[in-house]
């Protein structure tokens, strides 16, 4: 049996598909790059906006063609969209299986399942907040295929927490990954262990809000801080990210410090302000104002010197005027980002933003705002790239480049900075998994270009 996973969406989805792949590969079954080779296909889907779904819906309706040619072939969609989907996806003609972020322990059985007896298999949890999924079952899933598939040579996600209680409103995360649970501290060291022993260099910790993360245990509280701290002195492991992060005052400090004293910890925080207005924030059930936001980033400037910011905004939510995008302009202009994700506002079924809110921004305006606040943010970029050039910066080499070759016959490889920027850079040998030094000759908004400097 051959197996294409392809996946969509955010790091949790990648981790989740490297989970799902390293068990079906264990199970026997061969793992393809293509779908035309596959006797199955999982698709990884992801609710956060609607565009995402009706790719994922186009995508199913090409595989429903497909199968009027090759009806044996099973399909299976996992993740975000399957929770939230549940049984109405399964009725698409497409569809074998459907199974929920919280199920994908059951992926080997579900997809023999559906090649034995050809039925509609449906697992998703019930009531995703009322009923966790199995924390246990997950935890030991994740344990036993702490895998770095699907990612550049030498580095790996590692989930610390999952789901989210914030409920912005906005949001469909909370409905489809249900309530946060943090992670025993002593299982997420054990698995950056394992994966030091295999090779791994660059460990990225997830979660949704990655700095609530919080275990109590005989009588101590072990927060974010607390497990950097361990991670660092995890040998082997040379540096260690984490994602993303929600502005709050709780833990920011001793997380920015522990980003000062941990070598190994890079200096990269991604902390979404989603908009610069106060009105707007507190419709989105955000909890912080706009100055309080950008108070958080000048203690983490005080904190980490050469800290590189990044956040995410969301342009045209319901209500927002030409004065709260101009606050929102201003505290892009403040905050200067390294870079920013700038997304336009789509209403999700169920969340509180859908439900009590009319999505009055015309499209229009959405697009025209996301043009703007994008062209302030690639001005302070460009600005931020420039200070690197004639520098030397350190990289962990991800692999080659969308254009491999140059006309030298080089190669052009592509890695990242401790602090997230992307550098292009031509060298003779793929140096994938390897720390490398780059001086840097150009830069542009989101990429540093140069060559390899002697050490
Ligand atoms: N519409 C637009 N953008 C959204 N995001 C989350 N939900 C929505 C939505 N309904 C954005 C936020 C978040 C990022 C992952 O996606 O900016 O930080
Ligand atoms: Fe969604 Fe807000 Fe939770 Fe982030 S913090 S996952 S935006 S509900």
Same mark, same amino acid.
């Given at each position: ?21 390293? &068990?079906?590969?264990?199970? !026997? ?13 999982? =698709? ?15 995508? +199913? ?20 969209? &399957? ?26 059985? +579900? ?77 997420? =060291?054990?698995?950056? $262990? ?25 009588? $101590? ?11 660092? &002195? ?5 540096? =260690? ?6 502005? @709050? ?19 990269? +925080? ?11 924030? @507190? @419709? ?15 203690? *983490? ?8 910011? @990044? ?46 809110? $009319? ?13 703007? +606040? ?40 592509? !890695? ?5 920027? =992307? ?8 140096? &994938? ?19 390899? *400097?002697?050490?």
């Amino acid at each position: 049996m051959r197996i294409f996973v392809q996946t969509y969406g955010c790091q949790m989805n990648k981790l989740d598909s490297a989970l799902v792949t390293a &068990a079906l590969k264990e199970a !026997g079954f061969e793992i393809v790059d293509n779908e035309k080779e596959a006797d199955a296909v999982l =698709i990884n889907t992801c609710s956060v906006r609607e565009h995402a779904e009706q790719r994922v819906l186009s995508h +199913l309706g090409n595989l429903k063609h497909i199968k009027e040619s090759k009806p044996e072939l099973v399909v299976g969609v996992i993740g975000c969209m &399957a929770q939230r989907m549940g049984g109405e996806l399964l009725k698409h003609p497409a569809v074998d299986i459907v199974c929920g972020p919280g199920q994908i322990t059951q992926i080997v059985e +579900l997809v023999k399942n559906a090649v034995e007896t050809k039925l509609k298999t449906l697992a998703v949890s019930e009531n995703i907040r009322k009923s966790p999924a199995d924390e246990k079952c997950l935890d030991d899933f994740e344990s036993q295929y702490d895998s770095d598939e699907e990612q550049p040579p030498g580095q790996a996600y590692v989930r610390v927490m999952r789901g989210c209680n914030n409920f912005c409103s906005y949001c469909i995360v909370p409905y489809v990954r249900g309530p946060e649970v943090s992670r025993e501290p002593k299982v997420i =060291i054990e698995q950056i $262990k394992r994966l030091a022993d295999d090779g791994v260099k660059q460990i990225t910790l997830l979660g949704q809000t990655v700095n609530s993360y919080e275990y109590k245990e005989g009588g $101590k509280t072990y927060s974010l801080a607390d497990i950097l701290e361990m991670a660092n &002195a995890v040998s082997g492991i040379e540096w =260690i990210k984490f994602v993303t992060n929600y502005p @709050a005052e709780k833990y920011f400090e001793q997380i920015c410090e522990a980003m000062r004293d941990l070598p190994k910890v890079c200096r990269y +925080l991604h902390i979404p302000a989603q908009s610069g207005s106060d009105k707007i924030l @507190a @419709a989105m059930n955000r909890k912080y104002t706009a100055e309080q936001y950008l108070e958080l980033l000048e203690k *983490a400037r005080a904190i980490v010197p050469g800290i590189a910011v @990044a956040g995410d905004f969301i342009v045209g939510f319901p209500g927002e005027t030409d004065e709260d995008f101009r606050q929102t302009v201003e505290l892009a202009k403040k905050a200067r980002y390294r870079n920013c994700f700038v997304f336009k506002y789509s209403p999700r079924p169920g969340t509180a933003g859908e439900r009590k809110l $009319k999505d009055d921004v015309p499209a229009e305006v959405k697009r025209q705002r996301n043009i703007e +606040l994008l062209a302030v943010q690639e001005k302070i970029s460009n600005e931020l790239s420039k200070e690197f050039l004639e520098k030397i910066v350190t990289v962990l080499v991800e692999g080659h480049s969308k254009k491999p070759h140059l006309d030298g016959g080089n190669l052009q490889l592509v !890695g990242r900075t401790d602090t997230d920027w =992307i550098v292009v850079f031509e060298g003779v040998e793929n140096l &994938a998994g390897e720390f490398v030094k780059v001086k840097i000759a150009r830069s542009s908004p989101l990429t540093l270009f140069g060559s390899l *400097a002697a050490d």
